[in-house]
């Protein structure tokens, strides 16, 4: 999908005790056609008291993603067809 690694800056992170964490980050990579993806994350993990993560979400703008990604995958899918 990528031609290039997708790449995530972190911005700004935060911790709440030791069972909390927040972390806002942008995404930045060039697709197979060509094209530039960005995107901006949003992650946060919950610890339990040995350390281990026990709830894990991320938000992401989901419209720009397939705005931006549904084209090169359809190009993608076609060239894989053709292999």
């Known amino acids: 999908m990528f031609s290039t690694p997708l790449r995530m800056a972190v911005l700004d992170a935060a911790a709440e005790d030791d069972t909390v964490m927040m972390v806002r980050a942008r995404s930045e ?10 995107n901006n994350h949003f992650f946060m993990s919950r610890f339990n008291e040995e350390g281990m993560t026990n709830y894990f979400v991320e938000f992401f703008d989901t419209l720009r993603t397939k705005e931006t990604m549904m084209p090169g995958i359809i190009r993608w899918r076609a060239e894989l067809s053709r292999l």
């Open 29 to 38: 990579g060039i697709l197979f056609t060509g094209d530039k993806y960005e």
